[in-house]
């Protein structure tokens, strides 16, 4: 993980609503950590967004699904219809759309 940048270069704000027992809980949660609240709060809320985003971007394949995956790369199976169908389509709007 990246460190964090220091308090001076930082440009950029977050605003939040919570009531008054999160706040709360929040800082008493900092302050027993030995952190400032901003420090906290992203020392607990970086890890988490970097697993969320890693989550969402990683496919996990059993290995039979992973053979047969490989497998259709090696030996793909010819276009049909549908497919030339397709290509055609978006060949036609991305042309339209792009003015060529």
Do not use: C, W
Request: hydrophobic share 40%; proline share 6%; no cysteine.
């Amino acid at each position: 993980m990246k460190p964090a940048t220091s308090i001076r270069t930082r440009k950029l704000r977050i605003d939040i609503r919570l009531d008054p027992e999160q706040k709360s809980l929040l800082e008493e949660a900092a302050a027993v950590s030995g952190h400032s609240l901003t420090s906290f709060l992203l020392a607990n809320s970086l890890p988490a967004a970097h697993a969320v985003i890693r989550e969402h971007q990683t496919t996990v394949l059993s290995r039979t699904d992973a053979e047969k995956f490989i497998a259709l790369l090696e030996n793909p199976p010819k276009p049909n219809k549908a497919l030339k169908s397709a290509v055609r389509e978006y060949l036609k709007n991305i042309t339209d759309s792009d003015g060529f």
